[in-house]
């Protein structure tokens, strides 16, 4: 607890609220059932409703950004009794946490990190002793890249972490998360994006876990089990059908998914209610999309029939930035703000988020119930879930930060960055690896080549949604770190920008290389017939992809692949590394170049990865959560599909009789090489029948037949065999990441449950139906090794997953 006293913000001593076991927030001198920590949390959000007004209830209802958003005061000032959060106020999101590239941000509060928790629990103390009702404040903070605070612990991008394919090592990740919010008094993360990477042209695919519902819904349940494992709430992000805009379009658009209702069920919102299930989140961030004509902010049947009467989410729902202003301004289907407001309220909205004045929103709700367009029944519903989430966080127990000392020694510590490390590993994918060109033979390389203009960036790994002020190893300072163990000796040469001066102009209407783009070019060729091997790092920085950049074609950026092609013609061994937040045409590298390592946005300690799984000090073993298209006249083209919505043409030969497509996928779901070989035996389905409400047990033998110790992630996809509406080629339904000594075999097991055979039937139920269901091994969506059939038979009664 607090000490008994504590000065007020205007200097002035104020009588003591702090008593053995309990607070006297509402400062009348008795424990009110409110503040018994005995009572049911139900019954003391009736109690505490019951004492609020109609201006400390709809304070419960909007954000205040933190300091250099909105709130202009690092801390609380006399003027706050002015503001209108002197009624108390929902949440506070980002405060004092020195954001990435915004200057406004930057505060002496955000590091040491001590400093930060007192500062918190000074703002706390603020709405507890200040306001008339005392309700504690939920201090909201992003953490997709690790914790958006300075110096927190930063993770590789979610694209990065989705190629691991680990569930522990996703769920340590969010335990990290976690565990440095809640040190620091953040109450509740905004984390992880459970949206699918369905068109790689759409800018935040690099926020993105990857395209399949089934390994989102996985990694994402550990993501979110590992923050909340620490106390501190979850809020996903971002429901729903919100990473699917027309065309791949970002920014400006936000509108407009082309997505059927069965697909919407089946894919995209797939993840969002398995994790809501079976993690019990406390938060979810409504998008700022509509599906079907309807906002989703203001849709009653996402927000409240989904949401909470299916789902049986019971937390408080925030809205996106702009999602409430879009219902008016973007979709126009309200004819002023505040019947937008209306809207979303009505429809299931807890609290609205937004860079502006939190009053923008309180005051027209506040006239919308005095004019008796939202009723007090609803505004209480509202209000309730908001209340839950604080008393569920023991907000209304205790407060406040207890050890602020303890931040220094949790956040960033050295057994987290030793983690990363690893995490940052596990995501590399070897794509190509041609007559074993990796690892180098570092017993006969004496010198290396390291050019191409991701070499040197490190912009790619400081994110907006993640930790500032961190320090991040590039490819080539890893390279020059591992080489220089071996005496191998390191030059380089940038060779090209990552754009070109006509950038994105090019990407349609490309022109010569000039005089200048050559010449950088022609330095790098000449260094690399001087050296033994050449790394080339290609592909994208943050200004590139991410939010609000969404791209028109998928090729390399720039004179990149000029550079890349002048550099195979010199003959030397290439590797291509790529660094990147999206999958890319690469076709002329696959066809050409012997090695290619995808790194994606690797996290702090990627350059240090890339150079081990170079030299062979480590060997890897991630896998694509995306497709690789060969072209963007391919798109959408991911996993899974619709049976034959991505096959060839008849005829004969590769592109058919009418020779007009290129086909198939440059590299498929689930794809990754190894320095090792794997075989799969002894495959075993039990039973071979069973009942719609039965499981069944899945298991294979993997067997390391290489001379390296390595890496495999065993992949169980499902077909089903005849249905009653068309489903799937395949679909995941179990993958494990093993390592496996030279000959080592171990044996893999997975249960098959009823979620994972049902389908949406003709009357849009979740049924799983009788008929024979084929289970497929292997090492990739399309890198099959075993298959075994087995039937549920037909019963009685229609089993459905969903009520």
């Avoid at 001590?114 to 703002?123: G, L």
């Avoid at 391919?634 to 096959?647: R, V």
Wanted: proline share 6%.
């Amino acid at each position: 607890m607090a000490p008994a006293l504590h000065p007020t913000a205007n200097g002035q001593s104020k009588k003591n609220i702090y008593h053995k076991g309990w607070i006297d927030f509402n400062k009348n001198g008795k424990k009110d059932v409110f503040e018994d920590a005995s009572q049911p949390v139900e019954k003391r959000i009736a109690d505490l409703l019951a004492q609020m007004t109609v201006e400390e209830k709809t304070c419960q209802t909007a954000t205040l950004y933190g300091y250099g958003r909105v709130l202009k005061d690092e801390l609380p000032t006399p003027e706050w009794k002015n503001q209108i959060w002197k009624d108390g106020i929902a949440n506070i999101d980002e405060h004092l946490n020195s954001v990435h590239n915004n200057s406004k941000t930057k505060t002496q509060y955000s590091f040491p990190y001590s400093k930060h928790a007192e500062a918190i629990n000074t703002v706390q103390r603020w709405f507890v002793e200040e306001t008339r009702m005392g309700i504690p404040v939920d201090f909201t903070n992003e953490g997709i890249h690790g914790l958006t605070h300075e110096r927190a612990t930063p993770l590789p991008a979610p694209i990065a972490t989705g190629s691991t394919w680990n569930k522990h090592l996703v769920y340590q990740a969010g335990q990290i998360v976690g565990r440095e919010a809640k040190v620091l008094g953040y109450t509740n993360v905004y984390a992880p994006i459970l949206d699918l990477a369905r068109d790689p042209r759409w800018g935040r695919v690099v926020e993105t876990y990857g395209e399949d519902p089934f390994l989102v819904a996985e990694l994402g349940k550990q993501m979110a089990q590992g923050i909340q494992d620490q106390h501190v709430a979850v809020t996903l992000k971002h429901f729903a059908v919100y990473s699917i805009p027309k065309g791949g379009r970002d920014g400006n658009v936000r509108t407009d998914p082309h997505v059927a209702p069965r697909e919407l069920h089946q894919i995209h919102l797939y993840p969002f209610r398995r994790v809501i299930q079976e993690v019990g989140v406390q938060g979810v961030m409504s998008s700022y999309n509509d599906w079907d004509g309807v906002p989703v902010t203001g849709s009653h049947y996402f927000l409240t029939e989904l949401l909470r009467q299916k789902y049986g989410f019971t937390g408080y729902v925030v809205s996106d930035s702009d999602a409430v202003e879009h219902v008016h301004r973007k979709h126009h289907v309200a004819g002023d703000y505040k019947e937008a407001v209306r809207q979303v309220i009505e429809a299931g909205l807890n609290v609205r988020t937004n860079f502006t004045a939190p009053e923008n929103f309180i005051l027209p709700l506040r006239e919308l119930v005095q004019e008796g367009k939202v009723s007090m029944k609803t505004l209480d519903e509202r209000v309730a879930d908001v209340l839950r989430v604080k008393f569920e966080l023991g907000l209304f127990d205790q407060p406040y930060v207890q050890n602020p000392k303890q931040a220094d020694k949790v956040v960033n510590s050295q057994d987290a960055n030793d983690f990363i490390k690893q995490l940052s590993r596990e995501a590399l994918v070897l794509l190509k690896n041609q007559d074993n060109t990796l690892p180098l033979d570092k017993t006969k390389i004496k010198s290396i080549l390291v050019t191409g203009p991701l070499a040197a960036e490190v912009n790619h790994s400081i994110s907006r949604y993640g930790p500032s002020n961190i320090k991040v190893v590039s490819v080539l300072e890893g390279i020059k770190a591992q080489a220089g163990k071996n005496n191998i000796a390191v030059k380089y040469a940038k060779g090209c920008n990552i754009t070109d001066a006509n950038w994105p102009e090019s990407e349609v209407l490309p022109e010569p290389v000039n005089a200048g783009e050559q010449a950088q070019i022609n330095e790098a060729v000449a260094l690399a017939r001087e050296s033994d091997a050449v790394v080339v790092a290609l592909g994208e920085d943050e200004q590139i992809v991410g939010e609000s950049r969404s791209r028109t074609s998928l090729d390399l950026p720039g004179r990149q692949l000029q550079l890349l092609q002048a550099l195979q013609a010199t003959g030397k061994p290439v590797v291509l590394v790529l660094v990147n937040g999206r999958a890319l045409t690469i076709n002329w590298a696959d066809k050409h170049v012997p090695a290619i390592l995808e790194a994606w946005f690797p996290g702090a300690p990627g350059g240090t990865a890339v150079a081990e799984a170079i030299f062979g000090d480590y060997n890897p073993g991630g896998k694509l959560p995306v497709t690789f298209p060969r072209s963007v006249g391919q798109l959408e083209y991911n996993f899974p599909f619709k049976q034959a919505s991505q096959a060839g043409q008849p005829g004969k030969g590769p592109n058919g009789s009418g020779k007009t497509r290129v086909l198939g996928a440059l590299y498929p779901f689930g794809h990754g090489l190894s320095y090792t070989t794997f075989e799969y035996s002894n495959l075993k389905v039990s039973p071979e029948t069973q009942r719609p409400q039965g499981n069944i047990t899945v298991s294979v033998q993997v067997k390391n037949t290489g001379a390296r110790k390595g890496d495999e992630v065993v992949q169980l996809y499902l077909k089903d065999i005849v249905s009653s509406v068309i489903t799937y080629e395949s679909q995941l339904r179990g993958f494990e990441r093993i390592t496996l000594a030279p000959g080592e075999s171990k044996e893999v097991q997975f249960t098959l449950k009823p979620d994972d055979l049902a389908l949406l039937d003709s009357n849009m139920n979740w049924t799983v139906e009788p008929g024979e269901f084929e289970v497929l091994i292997g090492s990739s969506s399309e890198d099959i090794r075993l298959r075994k059939k087995f039937a549920i038979e037909a019963d009685n009664t229609v089993t459905r997953v969903i009520n």
